[in-house]
């Protein structure tokens, strides 16, 4: 956001960006599921980190728009291929799956300290030089593929022999999704909260620098968000072990509903606790959610049911994106983002409410 900022680009011309990612992440969303599901979790894993180098290749040449653009299409197809499939192979590694939601908060907790750590150092980086950022990002990703190549396929019970061919899988998908109530209220309900947080990490750091933050400060109190989540996401097991599962989603969005609200304040260190609030607040609540959703998706479709709620966020993230784009035409991106926050996150509230009703009456 704010690279694009510096290199001439509008706020409305940005939201139009990520509203064309969106669309093509939700085209791209459901089809690669059934993909990963088809050539093994591995295989889409380096694929999509693949296409995700194409993409940062393209902000050396941030001035040509159909090159940025053509690089968010092909890190939208990446991302796609990457969703989904992480979790479902780290599920199908876990023998007792009364145990998942344990390795679950691990797994959260190692990528979001990594996040932490490019949060809290990439602005810095920045400042001295984009393009310095840009060729270690690069060099990430090259790791990243090497160490996916170098996994044991057997060990991580990759069994992609097992799937039907891609007509099966895709009549399998719509019909568990057809007679599977709660699947489609789960769903919705991850993909509402998603959508609301995803916006809230995109604009967030442009409303700070809005409000008078430099580049690196703005990383660094991201960075210390990514760093809190890492921690307490990593306990996530513990406190639903004392605390129903259904009342600590339904706690935490509430607070982060009032959080969103705060927005409207303006003021920057009220704006940072939010963004707190609302993106440890996520950590906790998505992973619940998504181990609920992992309890009911069968194995050889269980990458294409976990690609489904990113293809519900990437609808709505569509549809933000062109809201928030419309709006700050005529209101501050604080109002508009607040505002849009609060409305996905009671939607959100109201789908898990009535999961709940679902699950009592079954």
């Given at each position: 956001?704010?690279?694009?900022?510096?290199?001439?680009?509008?706020?409305?011309?940005?939201?139009l960006?990520e509203?064309v990612?969106?669309?093509?992440?939700?085209?791209?969303e459901?089809?690669?599921?059934?993909?990963?599901?088809?050539?093994?979790?591995?295989?889409?894993?380096?694929?999509?980190?693949?296409?995700?180098g194409?993409?940062?290749?393209?902000y050396?040449?941030?001035?040509?728009?159909?090159?940025?653009?053509?690089?968010?299409?092909?890190?939208?197809?990446g991302?796609?291929?990457?969703?989904?499939?992480d979790?479902?192979?780290l599920?199908?590694?876990v023998?007792?799956?009364?145990?998942?939601?344990?390795?679950?908060?691990?797994?959260?907790?190692?990528?979001?300290?990594?996040?932490?750590?490019?949060?809290?150092?990439?602005?810095?980086?920045?400042?001295?030089?984009?393009?310095?950022?840009?060729?270690?990002?690069?060099?990430?990703?090259v790791?990243?593929?090497v160490?996916?190549?170098?996994?044991?396929?057997?060990?991580f019970?990759?069994n992609?022999?097992?799937t039907?061919?891609?007509?099966?899988?895709?009549?399998?998908v719509?019909?568990?999704?057809c007679?599977?109530?709660?699947?489609?209220?789960?769903?919705?309900?991850?993909?509402?909260?998603?959508a609301?947080?995803?916006?809230?990490?995109?604009?967030?750091?442009?409303i700070?620098?809005?409000?008078?933050?430099?580049?690196?400060?703005v990383?660094?109190?991201?960075?210390?968000?990514?760093?809190?989540?890492?921690?307490?996401v990593?306990?996530?097991?513990?406190?639903?072990?004392?605390?129903?599962?259904?009342?600590?989603?339904?706690?935490?969005?509430?607070?982060?509903?009032i959080?969103?609200?705060i927005?409207l304040?303006?003021?920057?260190?009220?704006?940072?606790?939010?963004?707190?609030?609302?993106?440890?607040?996520?950590?906790?609540?998505?992973?619940?959610?998504?181990?609920?959703?992992?309890?009911i998706?069968?194995?050889?479709?269980r990458?294409?049911?976990?690609?489904?709620?990113?293809?519900i966020?990437?609808?709505?993230?569509?549809?933000?994106?062109?809201?928030?784009?419309?709006?700050?035409m005529k209101?501050?991106?604080?109002?508009?983002?607040?505002?849009?926050?609060?409305?996905?996150?009671?939607?959100?509230?109201?789908?898990?409410?009535s999961?709940?009703?679902?699950?009592?009456?079954?």
């Amino acid at each position: 956001m704010i690279f694009l900022r510096d290199q001439g680009w509008s706020i409305s011309e940005i939201a139009l960006l990520e509203s064309v990612y969106t669309i093509f992440q939700m085209v791209f969303e459901l089809p690669s599921g059934i993909i990963s599901d088809k050539i093994g979790h591995k295989n889409a894993l380096a694929l999509g980190e693949f296409l995700c180098g194409f993409y940062i290749l393209s902000y050396f040449f941030a001035k040509i728009h159909f090159i940025i653009y053509a690089g968010f299409i092909m890190w939208s197809l990446g991302l796609s291929l990457i969703s989904g499939t992480d979790v479902s192979l780290l599920y199908d590694t876990v023998t007792d799956k009364e145990q998942y939601l344990k390795y679950a908060g691990y797994f959260k907790t190692i990528g979001i300290l990594a996040i932490a750590l490019s949060d809290a150092t990439g602005g810095w980086i920045a400042e001295y030089s984009w393009n310095i950022l840009f060729i270690i990002e690069m060099i990430i990703r090259v790791i990243a593929i090497v160490v996916i190549f170098s996994m044991n396929s057997e060990e991580f019970n990759d069994n992609n022999d097992e799937t039907s061919n891609i007509k099966d899988l895709v009549i399998n998908v719509w019909n568990f999704a057809c007679q599977n109530k709660k699947f489609r209220l789960l769903i919705l309900s991850m993909g509402f909260s998603s959508a609301a947080v995803t916006l809230s990490h995109q604009y967030g750091p442009l409303i700070l620098k809005n409000l008078g933050l430099k580049v690196g400060s703005v990383s660094t109190i991201f960075g210390i968000i990514s760093l809190i989540a890492a921690v307490i996401v990593g306990f996530t097991y513990k406190i639903t072990k004392r605390i129903i599962e259904d009342k600590v989603v339904k706690g935490l969005i509430s607070m982060s509903i009032i959080a969103f609200l705060i927005f409207l304040v303006k003021n920057a260190v009220i704006t940072s606790i939010g963004l707190l609030v609302i993106n440890v607040g996520f950590e906790l609540w998505n992973v619940i959610l998504e181990n609920q959703l992992q309890r009911i998706a069968p194995k050889k479709i269980r990458a294409s049911i976990i690609s489904s709620v990113y293809f519900i966020e990437s609808i709505l993230l569509t549809c933000g994106s062109w809201l928030i784009s419309t709006l700050t035409m005529k209101v501050n991106i604080s109002d508009a983002l607040g505002m849009l926050g609060t409305i996905l996150l009671i939607l959100s509230v109201i789908c898990i409410a009535s999961l709940r009703r679902t699950k009592i009456r079954s």
